[in-house]
Each structure stands twice: as C-alpha cells, then as structure tokens.
C-alpha cells in the first residue's frame, strides 16, 4: 500500500502503534480515512509480528467521527428509490465491516482516548478490547444530533459493554457521556489526568500484553469474544475444542521458567496468513 496520510504506524518490541494523526481536521473520518484503516489493519492481521495494537490519537480530540464533507459530496446517499436505498444497506456494510477488523484482529486492541470520540469514533472503540481515556475525554453518539442513526457499531456494541438504559440515554440525546461516568459504567478501564499518561498507559499495558505466547493470548480473545454472544454452556464446549486446538506444553514451561528467572519468555510469533487468492 502507499503511504498512509491519516495515520502513522510504527513497532517496537511487538507492540504496534496506530497513530490518527491529523488532529487540524479532529481526526475525522472520510473515505480516505477508511481506506487506510481497512489496508493497515489487514497487513497488520496477516503479517503475525505485532502482539498488540495501541490505537491513539494527536490533537484536543481523539476523533470528531465521520466528516460532515463527507455526506455533502463523497458518498452519495440515494433516498429516492429502491435501488439508491439497496445501495446504501451495501454501503454501510463496508463500512461496518472495517470496524469489525478491530475486534476481528488476531491481537488485543487497546485505545487510549483523549478529548472528543464523538460519533464514528464511539463506533471504533467499542470495537476495541481495552478502553483508556483522559480526564478531559468525552463520548457522544452523535448520530441523533444531526438527524441520523448510529449505524457503524456503536448501537451493537455497545450495548455489550454498559448498562442498556446507559445506551438509550446516550443514543436517545447526544449527551455527552465524561470520561469519570465512562469508568463508572464500565466502557472505560482507567481515567488518567493527561493524554500523555493516558497513552503511556495504554503502551504499558500492551508490552505486558506482548511478552506472553502470541498463540495463547489469540485464543483468549477467541473465548472472550465467543463468550459475549453465546450462552454459558456453549462457550465451555467451545472453549474445549480451542485449548484442545493452541494448547502447548513447550509454552507453558517457557512461561514458568521465564517467571522463575525473571526474564523475558521466549516464544513463537503467529504464523504469516497468506491471502487464499494468492495461492498456487
């Protein structure tokens, strides 16, 4: 891919870093925002050397959410006949789908959120594992504000992660919900005085993250993930046959012996996925 404009990406010791970085504009999203967030997440997915994500952010604002220049002009929304309406089902599909790739990701996500995550950026976190936030952070489904339904996530997931009539107030009114009721609910997991110990927080716990087996902690977030949506019983048959499938002896012994020398373990990255098309 050419080099990202809405965003910078680096690695350090397995731990990558996804930077929106156009905080003149609040980091809002516009189809070349979307772009390159489906294309670095899908390298990041089939390359296998990060172990965790931090996605954060530059500016007063995490991320306005999707760009109001956006509906004027680069995405046509045909409300006059069937077909514009079918267009706009498929198109939102798309959408949704390059949010799903956060929570579908082979690592754990963690964001660290600073300011506004207002709209389409409620939709992107919720996406996410791990939520840290700045004293000063918002969240607002802003969506009913400007007419519309929130329609990329927010609405589905959300719903998973704090009270049901916490959602309804926020989707109901476009209020504001502070980072301190964030925590209370428990959509955030910290609260932290600046952006900047937000984020240090946010790379910490990522480092701890990365210095376990990859493959261990891929099928954790298998088993949380299959969890949420399914009953008790279904996720203990299915938890069966995932540690039948990753379980390793060699890793396990690594990880006590790295405990007792207090050092760092030494174990196998995830395996580079290779797109089927480009097979044989």
Same mark, same amino acid.
């Given at each position: ?69 956006? &509906? ?26 390059? &949010? ?63 009270? &049901? ?16 009721? !964030? ?8 609260? &932290?005085?600046?952006?900047? !110990? ?12 990365? !210095? ?32 039948? !499938? ?35």
């Amino acid at each position: 891919m050419t080099a990202p404009t809405c965003f910078s990406l680096t690695t350090t010791d397995h731990v990558a870093h996804l930077v929106m970085n156009r905080p003149g504009e609040l980091n809002t999203m516009h189809p070349t925002f979307w772009r390159e967030l489906d294309e670095l997440l899908t390298q990041m997915h089939r390359e296998g050397t990060a172990r965790a994500l931090v996605i954060s952010s530059t500016g007063k604002h995490f991320s306005a959410g999707m760009s109001l220049q956006t &509906f004027a002009g680069a995405i046509q929304m045909d409300d006059q006949s069937p077909e514009g309406r079918a267009a706009i089902f498929d198109l939102l599909t798309d959408m949704q789908a390059t &949010f799903t790739k956060i929570e579908n990701l082979r690592i754990p996500v963690i964001c660290a959120i600073q300011g506004g995550c207002i709209g389409g950026a409620v939709d992107m976190v919720t996406a996410a594992c791990i939520r840290y936030a700045s004293a000063d952070a918002f969240f607002c489904i802003q969506e009913i504000n400007i007419g519309m339904v929130a329609d990329v996530g927010t609405l589905q997931r959300l719903p998973k992660l704090v009270p &049901f009539a916490v959602v309804k107030e926020m989707a109901y009114t476009g209020r504001r919900l502070p980072a301190a009721r !964030a925590m209370a609910y428990g959509l955030v997991n910290e609260v &932290f005085d600046s952006a900047e !110990a937000t984020l240090a927080a946010a790379l910490q716990c990522a480092k701890e993250i990365a !210095a376990k087996p990859p493959v261990a902690i891929w099928g954790t977030k298998q088993a949380v993930t299959y969890a949420r949506d399914h009953s008790v019983e279904d996720s203990l048959r299915q938890m069966g046959w995932l540690q039948g !499938a990753v379980w390793s002896n060699a890793h396990v012994r690594e990880a006590i012996a790295a405990m007792k020398d207090q050092r760092a373990g030494d174990f196998t990255p995830l395996t580079r996925l290779q797109p089927f098309t480009t097979l044989g």
